[in-house]
């Protein structure tokens, strides 16, 4: 069993900065993407950033410039640093990874969740 372990939300003030981990573990062959979504109360739940094995990143377009996502392949871990944070950065962020596991091929796994509040 794959696990995504993440760490690194609390509380910041507006313009303040977080940078959030998340470490997968388990029999993983290799991993294609690893990501975070964020979740605030009453709203879906939406893709903040990804990257994927090739280095390619995307964000969405309320985090760009302000957010920056990597990986350490070597841990298989992905790190989001937050800058600039604003009041409707709160959510839940989820740490998501798109990997093939041994004896079950291509999965996809999510991490727990960490809470980000951004307030003064």
């Known amino acids: 069993q794959v696990q995504l372990v993440e760490s690194g939300g609390g509380l910041v003030q507006p313009g303040g900065s977080l940078r959030l981990s998340c470490a997968a573990s388990g029999r993983i062959y290799s991993i294609y993407s690893m990501g975070w979504y964020r979740q605030a109360p009453g709203k879906q739940r939406e893709l903040v950033a990804q990257g994927n094995s090739n280095g390619i990143t995307n964000y969405s377009d309320s985090v760009k410039g302000r957010f920056t996502i990597s990986r350490d392949n070597t841990k298989n871990t992905v790190y989001l640093q937050m800058n600039s944070l604003k009041p409707e950065d709160t959510a839940v962020y989820y740490c998501?990874?798109?990997?093939?596991?041994?004896?079950?091929?291509?999965?996809?796994?999510w991490g727990q969740g960490t809470q980000v509040t951004v307030s003064s």
């Open positions: 998501t990874a798109h990997l093939v596991e041994a004896d079950y091929g291509r999965r996809d796994y």
